[in-house]
Every structure is written in C-alpha cells, then in structure tokens.
C-alpha cells in the first residue's frame, strides 16, 4: 500500500486520493472522510496529499488483503453515484461469490429485468469501483471474457487469482 504512511488525518469532507500498488498494476482509491466514491486502474500513482482520509487507507488495506489472498469480501463505505437501475446492477455485482463468474443475463434476471442484459452490461461498464464492486466476476453467456475497464489480461488475471485462492 502507498497511502500516506505517515497516517495523518484527513480534512472534513476532503476528497482526496490514494494510490495502491497491485501486481496488476495502481490502482487510484478516490473519496472522502465518509465513503469511497471511485477506484480506478492507473498507469503511476498521482502526487500524495498531506492526509489522507480513514475510509480511503482502510480501502487500500483490504485491496492489499486482496490479492495477498487473505480478503474475499470488501467491507468499506461506498457513495454511488449512479441511476437507479445502475446502483441495482452494482449491488448484485457484490453478491457475486469470490471465485465464481456470472452472465449479464444471470445479472438480469437476478434484479427482475430478465432481457436487459446488454443494459447489464452498459452498467458493468460504468461501475465506479473496480474490484470492490466485482464487475471482473461477469462474462459473457458463452463463458467468453468481455469487456473490463481495466482491460480483458487484468480480468483474466482477477478470474484466475479468485480461482486459485478459492481452489475451485
């Protein structure tokens, strides 16, 4: 993790960024003293603030749980920003298990809207948080990898990290 070593305390409602080193890359952990609002794949870490808020360290210390195989589930505070089709979309991403994959339609059909699977996808697409909100965890209906923000070899990666921690 590269969030502030120093540990210093956040301004009230300072948004503010931290960088995490993975072994897929930075990722750049975005938000305030109250919630994470975006976590993105970076090609360098950003200049460091002087502080850094609590919400954004605990964020970057269960990624680094993460692909240390240690953490399977993301407890942190989250601010969506997002319709209201896209937040239901986002909160049955997260009831995705570790080390399992599901189809847009799977998705679809598990928020009530059965034949909206590219809308599904449209949502995947846009969510904010990557690897908390598990979009990696959603393939095609053929099994195939689509689209990921962070591109197809990090969801390979993301898919075949999950599998081997889980031993499926």
């Not at 942190?76 to 319709?83: K, N, Q």
């Amino acid at each position: 993790m590269s969030a502030n070593p120093a540990g210093k305390p956040a301004k009230k409602n300072h948004t503010a960024s931290a960088y995490c080193q993975t072994p897929i890359g930075f990722l750049r952990v975005s938000g305030n003293d109250k919630w994470i609002q975006a976590v993105e794949f970076c090609e360098q870490p950003g200049p460091q603030a002087d502080s850094i808020p609590e919400p954004l360290l605990l964020a970057c210390r269960q990624i680094d749980e993460y692909f240390a195989g240690k953490r399977r589930k993301f407890e942190v505070p989250l601010s969506l920003r997002g319709t209201a089709f896209q937040k239901r979309v986002w909160a049955a991403l997260r009831k995705v298990p570790f080390g399992r994959t599901l189809s847009y339609g799977g998705i679809a059909r598990a928020i009530g809207h059965p034949y909206s699977g590219r809308a599904v996808g449209g949502a995947n697409h846009r969510n904010p948080v990557a690897i908390i909100v598990p979009c990696h965890r959603i393939i095609g209906h053929s099994g195939r990898l689509t689209g990921y923000g962070g591109g197809l070899w990090r969801k390979q990666w993301l898919l075949d990290h999950e599998k081997k921690v889980s031993g499926r």
